[in-house]
Antibody, heavy 119, light 111 residues
Framework: EVQLVESGGGLVEPGGSLRISCAAS????????MSWVRQAPGKGLEWVGR??????????DYPAFVKGRFTVSRDDSRNTLYLQINSLKTEDTAVYYC??????????WGQGTLVTVSS | DVVLTQSPLSLPVTLGQPASISCKSS???????????LNWFQQRPGHSPRRLIY???NRDSGVPDRFSGSGSGTDFTLKISRVEAEDVGVYYC????????FGQGTKLEIK
């Protein structure tokens, strides 16, 4: 059974940093392209970053609005995906989901971890 | 950026009746490899999104066959042949041809 379990969310002050994690199991994580998608409270879904497999160069891609504040990384030895968010803003408040990429879209999803940015 | 526009945004449906959601793209979703990366997701209240359909019309494993996807180019449709109570939630179209963007979501409720 595929499982993606996010952790590390919480309350952070504006301007702070946070790293959230996603532990994967039940599929070939090493060869998977992985992604993060967020959802602000009561709002829609928004892609925030992607990382390819090591075989495909482990390169990362982000939407323009991220502007260098987000960094996606992976540790294949731990089957774990990470998202580092710096210079947090109140508008970054959201549930952050990790997801595996397949056929140009998000196949499996975790349960999400809530990041709240507030003073 | 590719903009996906869904309609309607609210969809009240009687149990057992069909439902249809439209998704229109601001540009063609045909990729250079010939595939069209248009997908549909369901998000039930309090749950994570779940992919239903990938590449326009391919149902994911475990998705009931009352769900079907169709379309081409810039116009796409998700149809539910007979709505059941468990179908309540928000439906999103999403494109993976030009990076990744989602539609605004369509909230399906039982009338």
């Amino acid at each position: 059974e595929v499982q993606l379990v996010e952790s590390g969310g919480g309350l952070v002050e504006p301007g702070g940093s946070l790293r959230i994690s996603c532990a994967a199991s039940g599929f070939n994580f090493i060869n998977a392209w992985m992604s993060w998608v967020r959802q602000a409270p009561g709002k829609g879904l928004e892609w925030v970053g992607r990382i390819k497999s090591k075989t495909d160069g482990e390169t990362t891609d982000y939407p323009a609005f991220v502007k260098g504040r987000f960094t996606v990384s992976r540790d294949d030895s731990r089957n774990t995906l990470y998202l580092q968010i710096n210079s947090l803003k109140t508008e970054d408040t959201a549930v952050y989901y990790c997801s595996s990429l397949n056929w140009g879209s998000f196949e499996y999803w975790g349960q999400g971890t809530l990041v709240t940015v507030s003073s | 950026d590719v903009v996906l526009t869904q309609s309607p945004l609210s969809l009240p449906v009687t149990l057992g009746q069909p439902a249809s959601i439209s998704c229109k793209s601001s540009q063609s979703l045909v990729y250079s490899d010939g595939n069209t990366y248009l997908n549909w997701f369901q998000q039930r209240p309090g749950h994570s999104p779940r992919r239903l359909i990938y590449k326009v019309s391919n149902r994911d494993s475990g998705v009931p066959d009352r769900f079907s996807g169709s379309g081409s180019g810039t116009d796409f449709t998700l149809k539910i042949s007979r709505v059941e109570a468990e179908d309540v939630g928000v439906y999103y179209c999403m494109q993976g041809t030009h990076w990744y963007t989602f539609g605004q979501g369509t909230k399906l409720e039982i009338k």
